[in-house]
């Protein structure tokens, strides 16, 4: 081969590489994009966060469901869906009410405030990622799941969360700040 064919290959493969990158950046950005705009929706309609619409969706799905159900179906661990609970449940859009064959477990409902929400509410994004995953063949679902972790391993700084919260909800301490700014940034007349 000529030192002009090796150095065309080369190129061909750098810009290949630069074009597969660019693909899964822009997947990357239209999945966020779509999240942040759901978020914003259900902000707007419901004032509800979009991990609280999604989690307070699925309870109306299935009534009477434990804080343990609602982590598997929502695909999040029981201690990051426990956090979105309690501000629905301070909120007054879910109760916890006891199991009638086990008083000591609690099961959680939708109360009228909750279906006055949910009326205004557009569906939760989240739904249809759930979906799009789901719909996934097995074997690509496997690998998609390897590869956002190794990504994730890269990206983040130091340790991972061993059960990273659920999608748009924020620390208390964070959502304060935001208030904070916002009222700061508001003109008093």
Sequence with gaps: MTGNRVQQRRQQRLAGRAAEIRGALDAFRLIVQALRIGAREGERRAGLSSAQLFALQRIAEHPRASINDLAALTFTHQSSVSVVIQRLVERRLVAKVAAADDRRRQLLAVTARGRRSLQRAPAAVQERLVAAVAALPANQRRMLAKSLREIARRIVPGKLAPH??????????????????????????
């Design 164 to 189: 990273p919260p659920m999608l748009f909800e924020e620390a208390r301490s964070t959502q304060r700040k935001r208030r904070t700014q916002r009222k700061r940034r508001t003109p008093r007349h």
